[in-house]
């Protein structure tokens, strides 16, 4: 029998699996179950049904959903085929949705009606979409579009054995997905990742975190980020773990089904766990089942590592680092790290990979010394789709890609994210990194949560402003902090502005959203 992890296409690391751990539950969404070899039959059942529709080799196929079971039935259902994923942000409107159905070329669009009152499809009503054929339901009905059974049963006359010729001639260098990156610096771009790159990266990810046959996953990244996708339930079949899709997420909500699910895996962004921690009613649960903690996605305040520990009582706490265009991985903390070295770094290059820090002038750094990113390796995207001269911005000529991140590197080669290169401001001459303000602001122990960016100031250039959400029962005065920041940190770094929030506005990827936090300072 060979090792799922082991195999280097989707078909063949699904079938794997399907062997591998047969009767084991693959997917628990209420009512929606699939045990590994239900998950095996339910794919390929799928994938006849989009030989039927028409849909080839390196064809590209949209999904616009939240996290539900059938989205990683579908989804599996034509990577099967050689088929190309492109997922779409559920927080996106009609013409943003359009931007990458159009980009991309979808032939086909995979969606839902009725979740949170959203019309995925009348949305996109008066978009020219020339090269979509067809829009297909899993959930749910809405005019002009097929439901989920139909589709299905659209494909029944096609023979198991075409669906399996397609599967073995899938190669590990054909795409496997191509992920729109958020477009903070412009329109979205379409990153190309394959089959065998990112089943590699995977392997090591999921082996290094300790992810292993018969935990319960809770998968609250959303499935259209890698994070959700690719560390979520990509991981979880490969490894035997259950999946349990979490739509939307509200603290108190996941609490519950942490207690209800004995979910023992719950990977996700800094302020997941910072909303978890916060919520009142989380004394009130049993939340002992939890073991594996995954964080990343943004610079991660130590004192947050030792909470998630402490209060949420994982067992194993890493963090990682990566991007959409290094296939969501780049390094990674060991579970025989230090607890010093968790908490303040991202870990190591993972095998294969090499990791550097340079100047502005694409110098590498002294160690210690903060510089851009940039990783070159096998984890390295194949470009962005249809636009060479912004893949060869991101990639040099030696096969360094420029991340845009900034970082340290220390004598043992772990990596610490100081922050986003566009996220640096500039005052009186010094430059203020926000992560580590943050990191600083977020052990005062009225703080929930802080965000911190940069905002024009005439005599200074860039002075840094601070929206703070207290901790439940705390009230914050705002005199009394900025003269706290005052003692604990550089005159320069210490935020000249403090706003007092409820909530931090996040991103679909569960990041704090800074440009919206832009818009609301220059609003202000």
């Known amino acids: 029998m060979s090792d799922p992890a082991k195999e280097r296409t989707l078909p063949r690391m699904v079938d794997a699996a399907v062997a591998a751990y047969g009767d084991r539950p693959a997917i628990e969404d209420g009512d929606v179950r699939f045990t590994f070899a239900e998950l095996g039959e339910a794919s390929s059942r799928a994938a006849r049904a989009f030989v039927a529709a028409g849909v080839q080799h390196g064809d590209r196929v949209a999904v616009w959903a ?124 379409g990153v190309m990742t394959a089959h065998g790159q990112n089943l590699a990266v995977f392997e090591t990810w999921s082996g290094g975190v300790g992810l292993t046959e018969g935990d319960r996953y809770l998968v609250v990244a959303p499935f259209f980020h890698s994070f959700g996708y690719k560390a979520g339930w990509l991981s979880a079949v490969m490894r035997g773990a259950t999946i349990f899709p979490h739509p939307v997420f509200d603290a108190s909500d996941v609490l519950r089904r942490i207690e209800a699910e004995r979910i023992n895996v719950l990977p996700g962004a800094p302020t997941i766990y910072q909303s978890l921690l916060a919520a009142p009613d989380r004394a009130k649960v049993d939340i002992s089942s939890l073991r594996l903690a995954v964080t990343g996605a943004a610079a991660i305040p130590v004192e947050l590592i030792h909470q998630m520990r402490d209060e949420l009582g994982f067992d194993r706490v890493l963090t990682a680092y990566g991007l959409t265009e290094s296939c969501g991985t780049v390094t990674m903390c060991s579970p025989d790290d230090d607890a010093e070295t968790i908490a303040t770094t991202s870990g190591r290059a993972i095998p294969g990979v090499e990791v550097r820090c340079v100047d502005p002038d ?162 202000a």
């Not at 409107?93 to 009725?114: C, D, H, N, P, R």
Request: a negative charge; hydrophobic letters at 45%.
């Open 66 to 189: 939240p996290n539900v079971a059938e989205w990683v039935v579908a989804a599996i259902g034509f990577q099967r085929i050689g088929a190309v994923l492109v997922p779409v942000s559920t927080r996106y409107k009609g013409a943003e949705a359009a931007y990458v159905l159009q980009k991309s070329g979808a032939k086909m669009l995979v969606t839902i009606a009725g979740f949170l009152d959203t019309d995925y499809v009348g949305m996109l009503a008066d978009q020219d979409l020339p090269d979509l054929e067809r829009i297909v339901l899993l959930r749910g009905e809405a005019p002009g579009a097929q439901g989920w059974d139909d589709f299905l049963a659209s494909g029944d006359a096609v023979p198991e054995a075409d669906v399996r010729a397609r599967g073995e001639a899938v190669s590990e260098n054909d795409l496997l997905d191509m992920l729109f990156t958020s477009g903070t610096t412009g329109k979205p771009k």
């Open 362 to 523: 694409g110098k590498p750094v002294p160690t210690g010394e903060p510089g851009e990113i940039l990783v070159r390796g096998y984890n390295v995207m194949q470009g962005y789709f249809d636009a060479d001269d912004q893949t060869a911005d991101a990639i040099d000529a030696d096969g360094w890609l420029h991340t845009g991140d900034i970082g340290v590197l220390d004598a043992r080669g772990n990596l610490r994210i100081t922050d986003r290169l566009k996220d640096m401001f500039i005052m009186g001459g010094f430059n203020c990194y926000p992560a580590e303000i943050e990191n600083l602001m977020f052990a005062h122990e009225d703080i929930a949560q802080v965000a911190v960016i940069g905002v024009p100031d005439e005599r200074m250039g860039e002075v840094g402003m601070a929206f703070v959400v207290p901790a439940p029962g705390a009230t914050i005065d705002r005199d009394a902090l900025h003269a706290w920041c005052r003692e604990q940190m550089a005159n320069y770094k210490v935020p000249r502005r403090i706003e007092l929030v409820s909530e931090l506005p996040v991103n679909a990827g569960g990041k704090v959203d800074k440009l919206e936090l832009r818009r609301r300072a220059a609003a």
